[in-house]
Each structure stands twice: as C-alpha cells, then as structure tokens.
C-alpha cells in the first residue's frame, strides 16, 4: 500500500493510497491535501490527522472487471460524519458504506475535507478524468451544470429554529397557523437572541434572511460553531439555526438534559433533496450511472433507518410526514 507525508504549516499530513498503483495528479492531490480551516465547520473534539483513509474497502475477486477508484470527500459534520480519532462514523458513513458494499468493483479512499474544499476536488477531478465523489450534496441549477449528480439518495429535514420547549409561548407571534417560524420577524424581535457562526452558510433562502441582520443586537456573530444547546441550557440564546439530527446527537455526546424542540421556517422546503456528486468525467459518470440503478433497486431508501436514528421522536414524525408529501410532489425541494 502505497503511503506518504506531507509538511504544510509545520503540521504533517500522511496519505495512504488502495493497493494497486493508482495515478493521481498533483493538482487533484494538492486540493485533497490542502487545509482550508478558515471553512471547516467546527466539531468538538474532531481532529483530522489523516485525510485519506481507505476505510471501506471490498475484496471479491469474482467481479473485479473494470476496476477503478473513488475518492470519497466527506464533510466532517457530526452526525452526518463523526470524526474523534482515526475512524469516521455517523449515519453519513454508514449510508456510504451501504453504497460501497454494492460497487465492489471499486477501490474506495474516504476523504475527510472541508465542503469548500471538498468541491474544488470535484473540479480537480473533471480536469484529470478521476472518479472524486461527494455523498449527500443538496442540487442546485448551478451544481448540476457543474457536477454529475445522483438521483435523491436520501431526503432529510433542512435547517430548523430550535427553541427550549417551555418558551414556546415566546414565539407565538413569529409563528403562523402551521407551526412554521418566520424568520424575518424573529430576528426583528429584538428580546429574542440568538448565535450565528460568522463562517457557515445555511443555505439561500436562510442566508439572504440573515444578511438584514447582520448587524442586529440581538445576533451574537462567533468565530466557531456556536454550542447552541449549552447556550440555550444556561439561557445564553433564546434561539438557534440547527438540523434536527444535530439535536440528538449533541445532547448525547454533551450529556445536556434539555427538553427543546425544532420548529420548520416559513418558505422554506419541508425536505432538503441530497444526491450523490461526482466530477463530471468519464469515471464519475460511470458511478453515477451505477448509483442510479443501485437505487432504482432501492426504492425504499432502507439507509434512511440509519438517518432516523438521530431524530428525536418530534421530527421523526415531521420527517416521516414530509416524506410522503415528498414523494408525491411534482416539484424537487429547493437546494440549501
């Protein structure tokens, strides 16, 4: 197995690569292998050591025609991708692995990167005809003229406004008849505070909403990842911009006894549409065709268990009641 160092910063990078010769350009290698923390999202505890990791791997010498290689970058967002020590988990993991167990034919390298820098790999990719490929990726008209994309692999609840479940009554007048927060006049209402990560985008819809505020007193601008349950535990914030799988997760990994809920915002989409994205070549449309037909076998989508494992009971209901409307909607959910 070929293996290999890299000094940047005085912090050392080590790589290691599937174990036939594999011919990897030195631009696509320099946008794996360049670090971008200005774009991380911040994880607790999450330090990255070793960004190639061939941590899914399947050996059958049977149906070893045609073999060729995928990267897989992986944004390191818990719960979608955890990352404490060397391995990956999360239930974007173990999705990936379900895919990677029906593409045998394949030798896998899993790539932990920033999402910016996880995108300019795609690119790289195009250029060098390499098979480098992001799961779980919202579409957009703009991704999709630049990227090969799947068909929906997995449909999950957007970004939510996540609030103490005995504040309820707090919001009554930025909530309509449908349970939906309007965001706009939430951030107007200058007794209700909140914490945004000046770095993190939280898609269009969300993001244009917030630009008005950018200099509200009532938003707290952080550097990192702001803890939005501890904050909202010693009532720091009276409010925050979450997924609701991170709710879950948090109060396990935090230990925070904490009754909140999460609360869908007004025009927003009921389900964000992820697909899975490739370098639009030769390679990687070989394994979105393959992606494809792997999930017309699938129609029930059986990793979605894996996903609901981190819903609290609330959104699971949400999630399974989006879900239906999803399937028989004629229009795809906007990208975030």
């Not at 719960?79 to 990936?96: C, S």
């Amino acid at each position: 197995m070929a293996a290999g160092k890299l000094n940047m910063g005085g912090e050392i990078f080590t790589w290691r690569l599937a174990a036939r010769p594999i011919a990897v350009p030195i631009a696509l290698l320099m946008a794996l292998l360049t670090p971008d923390d200005a774009h991380a999202h911040d994880n607790t505890s999450v330090v990255i050591q070793s960004p190639i990791q061939p941590i899914a791997k399947t050996e059958n010498a049977n149906v070893r025609i045609n073999t060729t290689n995928i990267t897989w970058v992986a944004d390191v967002i818990a719960p979608d991708f955890i990352k404490v020590e060397d391995p990956l988990n999360g239930y974007g993991i173990q999705m990936l692995d379900w895919f990677i167990t029906r593409l045998p034919d394949y030798d896998h390298q899993i790539v932990p990167l920033p999402r910016r820098r996880a995108l300019d790999a795609l690119r790289v990719g195009k250029g060098a005809d390499q098979a480098v490929c992001l799961p779980g990726l919202a579409r957009s008209p703009e991704r999709q003229r630049e990227l090969l994309m799947s068909q929906t692999v997995v449909p999950t609840l957007p970004i939510s406004i996540v609030i103490r479940h005995d504040a309820i009554g707090q919001f009554q007048n930025v909530t309509n008849q449908r349970g939906h927060i309007n965001l706009r006049a939430l951030l107007e209402d200058r007794t209700l505070y909140t914490a945004l990560s000046i770095s993190q985008s939280y898609g269009p819809h969300i993001d244009t909403i917030l630009a008005r505020a950018i200099a509200a007193p009532n938003v707290l601008r952080t550097v990192k990842q702001p803890n939005f349950l501890s904050m909202l535990a010693l009532d720091r914030i009276d409010w925050a911009l979450a997924y609701p799988t991170e709710i879950k997760f948090h109060r396990r990994a935090e230990n925070i006894d904490l009754d909140v809920i999460s609360l869908p915002i007004e025009g927003g989409a009921a389900l964000l549409d992820l697909a899975i994205a490739c370098s639009r070549s030769g390679s990687g449309a070989m394994i979105i065709d393959r992606i494809d037909k792997i999930l017309k076998s699938n129609p029930d989508m059986p990793w979605l268990d894996y996903y609901t494992q981190y819903l609290d009971p609330a959104d699971n209901q949400r999630f399974k009641t989006s879900l239906k409307a999803f399937y028989i909607s004629d229009t795809a959910p906007n990208a975030q």
